[in-house]
């Protein structure tokens, strides 16, 4: 019947036939969702299903794939289901998946209808159940076996019994009932290890439970006693505070930050993403056990960016970008404020204004020079936290709220010694290191009440604050001067050479790491500003704005090589690349990556190359054309920005146009467009 979350119609056994990508298969199936009227927008629902793919890939051990959103785009809670028999790419570790589950949750679907996708997120952890389904021989026998009427007999318990709430597991099956906290008094060497644990992932639709059962069969199979909170969409039942307290350890499994951390404080704690514990629940808790053998503690505070980050099988490398990430996204707020302080005391004052006396000791109201000067001031103020919060929150990053004092501390160091932005960055790391190594010192029990806020301060602190003085500040100070006067000495092909590099990476990611890292690098310049730090900040600042406006041009130019969405924020990245938001394009490039973004990099490095060829200058970290007057050149710098839009338009509507021609189809979304193109005229 058409109130049923998933009918025959919403089965494709053979989904190999129509799609051999994610991105295809997500059509296929969202397809049979718009023809039975449970999706009103197919292109919509399309783009918030990449969005939530772009958060995290949705494949899983064992051959499955769960695209999945909350969108507006959805009517009612709707499930469909494909196989492939040659498999279809979501990421996961061990291969492409052959069963591919499409999940569609209303932005404000009830909780009943949440409960049963979490079940059925608590199903494909059931060897059984995907076998029935890899062997169903009718769409209708699928169907019927995702609904929950003709289900093979689990291993384990009942699927979804609880997945709204806290739920418990036994030592082992058939062992009774787990113990209750009246007997808190056994002792440990009687009774069972003891671990709570939360998993939770940004819908709360099928990670959520998928970990939640997986912890559950290892924690029978390795006789622990488990309890689970599941914070997912279908709301959950808090674990109460006696069962953390009898708790021997935690595992946070998570890819958002797990709501009210500071309760379980003091407990040894697992903290990775919630991947992590749907394919290898026994290494964690195993690795609890270990943790709770050597005595380690952490103590949770608010979350930090990197919360679902925590990932153990992250390599180094990926741990270190989420970590710097972490220091430049706090860093990014005083940047804006200090800076365009800064540049408005400029503009109203002068260049002089730097010269002014402190307001503090004189200022007239009636003055304007004063009134520059109180902008000019508040913004340095700002602006001198730069480095120390660069480093503070790299090793909160790290470590948490302990890495904060000896970050801080070896951030204000790196300033005071002259080490600048690359300082900074050491004084981070160094702080984090030197707090997880604190950290792994076995404790007494009766210090460790005074550890977080008494002892790893103040040792953190000795420690870093000697290194930076004395053993690392001095050489990154000297490269700190010698890369300043690399710049100050550019010219020539040698500007446009690094103009075109910047220019690239700003282009590359739309905001990411990459994106991050060049625009750190041009504000780490204007902390201590010289005519080459100056032009790179403008270098970085006009090939940040070309995609935004390269694709609100190419929508306007060519909208029938666009979807109905795409011409829509179209019309919102002209303002958002005006602005300097460099993700204004990013709509574009996750539903044409290989299009939008050689396009996009293209017109950065033209614009960044003619940027440093002009000579242009700029002493604003942020603004876009709102701050064209405090540029150097500010017509030519105009003429960079244009240019740089103008190729990017140019190309992205040259590949787009091929791409039409070779496929009317629309396997790469064309086709889509000039269906859509049919219903709503625009400008050729």
């Keep these: 019947m058409s109130s049923e979350m998933i009918t025959a119609d919403l089965v494709d056994l053979e989904l190999d036939r129509s799609a051999d990508t994610k991105e295809a298969a997500a059509r296929a199936l969202a397809t049979r969702m718009v023809t039975l009227g449970r999706v009103t927008d197919l292109d919509g629902f399309l783009a918030d299903v990449a969005a939530r793919e772009a958060q995290m890939p949705t494949g899983l051990d064992g051959g499955i ?21 040659t498999g279809i790419d979501f990421g ?10 499409l999940i569609a949750a209303p932005a404000g679907a009830d909780d009943a209808h949440l409960t049963i996708l979490s079940s059925l997120a608590r199903q494909l952890m059931n060897p059984e159940f995907t076998d029935a389904l890899r062997a169903a021989a009718e769409a209708e026998s699928a169907a019927a076996l995702i609904r929950g009427e003709d289900q093979p007999t689990p291993a384990s318990t009942a699927v979804g019994s609880s997945s709204a709430g806290a739920e418990r597991v036994g030592t082992a099956p058939g062992s009774g009932p787990p113990e209750s906290n009246a007997d808190q008094t056994t002792s440990a060497s009687t009774r069972p290890f003891r671990i709570v644990a939360v998993t939770s992932c940004p819908t709360g639709i099928a990670h959520t439970y998928m970990a939640a059962e997986s912890l559950e069969n290892a924690a029978r199979e390795a006789g622990v006693d488990l309890t689970v909170e599941t914070q997912g969409s279908a709301g959950f039942t808090r674990l109460t505070a006696e069962t953390i307290e009898a ?15 500071p309760r379980f404080a003091g407990k040894p704690t697992v903290d990775v993403g919630v991947k992590a514990a749907i394919n290898r629940p026994a290494e964690l808790l195993a690795e609890a056990r270990e943790k709770a053998a050597r005595g380690e503690v952490t103590t949770p505070s608010s979350p930090t960016p990197v919360d679902n980050a925590g990932d153990s099988g992250d390599s180094y490398g990926t741990k270190l970008r989420k970590w710097l990430m972490s220091g430049v996204s706090y860093m990014v707020p005083f940047v804006a404020a200090g800076g365009l302080l800064i540049a408005l005391g400029f503009a109203i004052g002068g260049w002089k204004i730097d010269k002014a006396p402190s307001v503090a000791d004189h200022f007239i109201w009636t003055d304007h020079t004063s009134w520059a000067a109180l902008l000019f001031q508040i913004g340095g103020l700002a602006f001198a936290f730069l480095v120390p919060v660069l480093a503070g929150y790299i090793a909160y990053g790290m470590a948490d709220r302990p890495g ?104 590359f990611d739309l905001g990411g790491p990459l994106n991050k890292v060049a625009y750190a690098f041009a504000i780490g310049g204007l902390t201590h500003p ?51 938001i460099t993700e204004g394009a990013i709509p574009f490039a996750a539903a044409d990556p290989l299009r939008v973004i050689p396009a996009s990099m293209a017109g950065g490095a ?46 992205v509507v040259l590949l787009k146009g091929a791409l039409r021609t070779a496929d009317p189809a629309g396997d790469g979304g064309a086709g889509a467009a000039a269906a859509d193109e049919a219903r709503v005229p625009v400008a050729a």
């Design 65 to 85: 794939g769960i695209p999945h959103c909350r969108s507006a785009h959805v009517t009612q809670p709707t499930l469909a289901f494909g196989r492939s028999t």
């Design 92 to 101: 996961a570790p061990d291969g492409p998946a052959d069963l591919i589950f």
């Design 247 to 261: 708790a021997d350890a935690v595992v946070f499994a998570h890819d958002v930050p797990v709501r009210d951390k």
């Design 404 to 507: 904060l004092v000896p970050g801080f501390v070896g951030g204000s160091v790196a300033v005071t010694i002259d080490a600048g932005f690359l300082g900074g960055l050491a004084a981070g790391l160094l702080a984090g290191a030197v707090v997880l190594g604190i950290q792994r010192v076995r404790i007494p029990p009766v210090l460790r009440g005074i550890m977080p806020v008494v002892v790893i301060p103040l040792i953190s602190a000795a420690v870093v604050g000697f290194l930076m003085f004395l053993v690392v500040g001095k050489p990154i100070a000297s490269l700190q001067s010698a890369l300043t006067d690399w710049l100050e000495g550019l010219s020539g092909a040698n500007a446009i050479i690094l103009g075109v590099i910047l220019g690239l990476m700003m282009c």
């Design 530 to 580: 010289t005519d080459g730090s100056l032009k790179v900040m403008a270098a970085v600042m006009a090939a940040g704005m070309v995609p935004p406006l390269a694709m609100a041009l190419a929508t306007t130019v060519r909208g029938r090589l666009f979807t109905r969405t795409e011409r829509e924020n179209g019309k919102a990245a002209w303002f958002l690349g005006a602005s300097f």
């Design 606 to 651: 033209v614009t960044g190359a003619l940027s440093m060829a002009f000579g242009c200058t700029l002493r604003a970290p942020h603004g876009g054309v709102f701050v064209v007057p405090l540029i150097g050149q500010p017509l030519l710098y105009l003429v960079a920005v244009a240019a740089g839009v103008c190729v990017s338009t140019v190309v």
